[in-house]
């Protein structure tokens, strides 16, 4: 049997879970397991018999630092049932502190009140005094995120409503807390219950629901149309110029075996780490990697075969000097054209290894270029002498340390 996830290692969070449909559909939708705060107890021990993690618990008494991992946080239709605006903001605030990469808020509109009334209608609802006691709109969330610190705001609108023949409009001397008519369509219009409504085509766009994406990390999510109206895919469009978001968890698993550096048959060089090889770029670099790192000699069948990791090149934090990540460590390296940025806390969880010294790397690329030349000048058979000779990788590696530095990552 599964162990119970714990708020110290989930990664998506789900607030006011109820029975557990919400967290079904983010644990579907984001491909990850997740887990629940439901304040009811009633209501958490149905998802618990269901197979889910979801604990008991107050979603505005929550403490940020019990959530270390989470990096995403869902709400939704849950917003407007809190007490009042005051818990809506506050509930917004502590998911922004939460996640590290995205809130989603699903809520039902409230946008159009006004408007419709002035036609005699309303959204069904829209008029549920005892359940919908925070009916926020849309500029009160997004000002609750930016008080919160958050400025990068997604809006998706969801469901239009074009006429008032839709069967979630009602007439607006309809009784209050109308429900659908059946479960599985969102439809509460009954004309012999609710009396005749005046049927005008809407002249302004009017929709049923709106999913917030407030992004508290790196990258822009896009939304793209799934394989359901209700619930689109999020696909996410990177920073421009910073690395993506799943290298730090890629390259920080290369702590679990020993880099080795490897010069395939074509002459680019590749570090395999982890059961993945990484392509070295500039070849400055992979001269400037024969300073902590071994050479290994790997067949090409067998170097096709493992997946590609995240490149080997130079990132740079805000403050800090530039380095590359092998071996889950950062070794410093100047003179580099930088061409990825990492976010500080990111360049933070890697371990400080070696500074490589990249003039004598460039030294020593051209020592071979200049013997490469003179090899194949003097024979025409000659396939160069990357690989072997005296300027081959070992050779490399022995002149590189031949200041003083021991060999092997640090």
Not at 238 to 243: D, F, L, R, T, V
Not at 265 to 285: F, I, K, Q, S
Request: with cysteine; net charge negative.
């Amino acid at each position: 049997m599964t162990s119970p996830l714990t708020r110290s290692e989930a990664v998506l969070l789900d607030l006011g879970s109820g029975v557990g449909a919400s967290l079904i559909d983010a644990q579907g939708r984001f491909g990850m397991r997740g887990l629940g705060i439901e304040r009811d107890p009633e209501r958490v021990e149905r998802a618990r018999a269901r197979g889910l993690d979801v604990e008991q618990g107050d979603i505005l008494e929550l403490d940020p630092a019990d959530f270390p991992a989470v990096e995403y946080v869902t709400l939704d239709n849950v917003l407007e049932h809190l007490p009042t605006l005051d818990d809506v903001a506050t509930a917004v605030g502590l998911a922004c502190r939460i996640a590290s990469r995205l809130v989603v808020i699903r809520h039902p509109s409230f946008e159009d009140v006004e408007a419709l009334a002035a036609l005699d209608l309303k959204l069904y609802w829209t008029d549920w005094p005892r359940s919908h006691t925070a009916p926020a709109r849309l500029h009160e969330l997004v000002r609750y995120a930016n008080e919160a610190g958050v400025h990068r705001v997604v809006i998706q609108p969801e469901v239009p409503i074009r006429s008032s023949a839709s069967g979630m409009v009602l007439p607006i001397g309809a009784p209050p807390d109308q429900t659908r008519l059946d479960p599985a369509f969102n439809e509460a219009y009954d004309e012999a219950r609710h009396g005749p409504k005046p049927i005008v085509e809407f002249d302004r766009p009017v929709f049923a629901s709106f999913e917030l994406l407030l992004v508290t990390g790196e990258g822009t999510p896009e939304v793209v149309t799934g394989q359901t109206i209700e619930r689109p895919e999020l696909r996410w469009r990177e920073i421009p110029g910073h690395a993506p978001s799943a290298w730090p968890a890629e390259l920080a698993a290369g702590a679990t075996g020993t880099p080795v550096l490897v010069e395939r048959a074509d002459g680019h060089t590749v570090v395999v780490e982890a059961g993945t090889t990484r392509m070295v770029n500039p070849p400055v670099l992979a001269i400037a990697l024969a300073q902590v790192l071994d050479h290994a000699d790997i067949p090409e069948d067998e170097l096709r075969s493992l997946p590609k990791g995240p490149a080997v090149t130079a990132l740079k934090a805000t403050g800090e000097p530039a380095f590359v990540v092998v071996g889950g460590r950062r070794h410093a390296i100047g003179g580099l054209p930088i061409t990825r940025h990492i976010d500080a806390d990111r360049y933070a969880q890697f371990p400080e290894g070696q500074g490589l010294d990249l003039l004598r790397a460039a030294s020593l690329l051209q020592d071979r270029r200049r013997a490469a030349t003179a090899a194949s000048a003097a024979s025409s058979d000659s396939a160069g002498t990357a690989g072997g000779g005296s300027t081959g990788w070992r050779d490399i590696r022995r002149r590189a340390l031949r200041r003083g530095a021991a060999g092997g990552t640090r």
